[in-house]
């Protein structure tokens, strides 16, 4: 059974920076792509970012790129998103996902594990 549970999320001001966590048990972590989605009140479920299982390969929403890094630490069995110059329209849960494969994608029906979420919060 895998399990994920992410950390990290919080009220921060525009213009600020967080970096969310996400540890992993289970299957093996580093054969298994990962990816970052969120969801804000009355939207759909959005594409963040995603890494292939050694790292190499990520992947970005639009909305996200430039301000946002993934990354992964396979011997921590650890996802990380630092997020910087944070705006109010980031403001969601957010979830890291699993997929059972060794590359990423930036579908969410592609990914089989999700943790439960951390709530970032951006104030204007």
């Known amino acids: 059974q895998v399990q994920l549970v992410e950390s990290g999320g919080g009220l921060v001001q525009a213009g600020g920076s967080l970096r969310l966590s996400c540890a992993a048990s289970?299957?093996?972590?580093?054969?298994?792509?990962m990816g970052w989605f969120r969801q804000a009140p009355g939207n759909e479920r959005e594409f963040v970012a995603a890494?292939?299982?050694?790292?190499?390969?990520?992947y970005y929403g639009d909305s996200v790129k430039g301000r946002f890094t993934i990354s992964r630490d396979n011997a921590k069995k650890t996802v990380y998103l630092q997020m910087n110059s944070l705006k109010p329209e980031d403001t969601a849960v957010y979830y890291c996902?699993?997929?059972?494969?060794?590359?990423?994608?930036?579908?969410?029906?592609?990914?089989?594990?999700w943790g439960p979420g951390t709530q970032v919060t951006v104030s204007s």
């Open positions: 890494i292939s299982w050694t790292g190499r390969n990520t």
């Open positions: 996902a699993q997929r059972p494969a060794a590359y990423a994608d930036v579908a969410a029906d592609e990914y089989d594990y």
């Open positions: 289970g299957r093996t972590f580093s054969l298994y792509a």
